[in-house]
């Protein structure tokens, strides 16, 4: 069963081919809604950790790079496991069931924080389910697509993913107005909504056999595929420029000393990301699909590139912040996704979700080690300095990137 995401064709337009092909399948709707629910849930958190971390538990920026680290890069030591464990099983759903409830039970575990160590300890568990679900979920979401639709699809999920982003940063922002101080507040809230999407998963997504009836690889044969030339390039470049990307906690952190938010103001800064975001997901997806998924990803970055140079800057006001944020919301979208897309058509259809997983994998690990070398370089530059040495090497990994990627979509 397929649901337009579109406006309708004239009766009779194009082959059944064609009409089916401008259409997105239930399953990667009912992901997509599940996203959503965990996402509100996920980002009512995020969006008040820094602030938490650094007001309201008193942790360093450097202890917070910390922290951000793991939150970025924990997931990896999963994520290649969850995506073989689905495509072993040949039944992904069960294996991102486990990883949505292991997220949803860490929401609720915020309540008994009050250290570096109890923080860092339920981040880890939080990030390990992300990492166990991502890549069975995502495969799902190949499986039940129309490979000339893939770009459109991933965009499709991950603007319902960003809806739930948006909304969860506004949902923090009105329990902190109404209740100062509230983050236990937030953390019981979140759980409520997590366990939500976990239900909606377990009853409405089909459970689906993938792989088309093939038996995953043995373990050590599938590690040799990942190494080969069909993504020793995608990978490298991934892993370039994952290690020039700022984690989003320190980019707001920055605004947020430039022009002096309020407490209360911080988890604005995420709806902004998260709008644009929602607005550019499906577009650069369609993009994606017609001038290639490499070439959007390479231009994403720039994008990011753009948004470093603009926070950076001595200048401060809305107009400025604004503009960083919506540049940083169109890099995931012309990123995140469209990685998804670009992986999962060079590997073959029964270790789909092992494939997308190594890609998420290396990501994740550079974005770690991104974090803890932006937390000591702003300690030892400053926050003007640090990003403009950011954005200089990513000025010059771009270009590296782009030739990594040259001639792997064929």
Excluded: C
């Excluded at 290649?80 to 991102?96: C, T």
């Excluded at 166990?132 to 991950?158: C, K, Q, W, Y």
């Excluded at 940083?328 to 590997?347: C, E, I, K, M, P």
């Excluded at 040495?389 to 990137?401: D, K, T």
């Amino acid at each position: 069963m397929y649901i337009s995401v579109r406006e309708p064709e004239v009766e009779g337009s194009g082959t059944p081919v064609d009409r089916m092909k401008r259409r997105v399948a239930t399953t990667v709707i009912l992901l997509g809604v599940v996203s959503l629910l965990t996402d509100v849930s996920s980002e009512m958190v995020n969006a008040v950790l820094p602030l938490y971390l650094t007001a309201e538990i008193g942790i360093g920026l450097f202890a917070y790079g910390f922290v951000d680290g793991v939150y970025q890069g924990v997931s990896a030591f999963v994520r290649i496991l969850g995506g073989y464990a689905g495509d072993r099983a040949q039944r992904p759903k069960w294996v991102a069931v486990f990883g949505y409830g292991i997220s949803a039970v860490s929401r609720i575990a915020m309540l008994w924080t009050g250290s570096l160590a109890a923080v860092t300890a339920v981040v880890t568990a939080d990030r390990l389910g992300k990492g166990v679900r991502t890549a069975p979920r995502d495969a799902m979401i190949a499986d039940a697509s129309e490979p000339s639709n893939l770009g459109r699809s991933f965009g499709v999920h991950r603007a319902l993913d960003t809806f739930g982003a948006a909304a969860g940063p506004m949902a923090a922002f009105a329990l902190l107005w109404a209740v100062p101080r509230g983050y236990d507040v937030i953390f019981v809230v979140s759980f409520a909504v997590a366990l939500v999407g976990v239900a909606v998963l377990l009853l409405f997504v089909p459970n689906r056999k993938v792989g088309g009836g093939k038996s995953a690889m043995p373990l050590k044969a599938l590690f040799r595929a990942i190494a080969g030339p069909s993504l020793r390039r995608p990978l490298l470049a991934a892993g370039l420029l994952g290690l020039l990307t700022v984690g989003d906690g320190f980019l707001y952190l920055s605004l947020q000393r430039r022009d002096d938010f309020a407490a209360t103001l911080f988890p604005l800064l995420y709806v902004g990301t998260n709008l644009a975001y929602l607005a550019l997901a499906i577009p650069f997806g369609r993009l994606a699909d017609r001038i290639g998924r490499g070439k959007v990803f390479i231009g994403g970055h720039v994008l990011l590139l753009v948004a470093y140079l603009f926070a950076a800057a001595p200048i401060g006001g809305w107009a400025w912040t604004i503009t960083s944020l919506v540049l940083l919301g169109a890099f995931y979208a012309a990123s995140d996704g469209v990685l998804a897309a670009l992986v999962s058509r060079l590997v073959p259809s029964e270790f789909r979700g092992t494939g997308i997983a190594s890609a998420q994998t290396v990501v994740a690990v550079s974005r770690f080690a991104s974090s803890l070398l932006f937390g000591a370089l702003w300690v030892s530059l400053g926050r003007q300095p640090a990003l403009l040495v950011v954005a200089g090497a990513l000025a010059v990994a771009i270009p590296a990137a782009g030739w990594l990627l040259r001639g792997v979509e064929k």
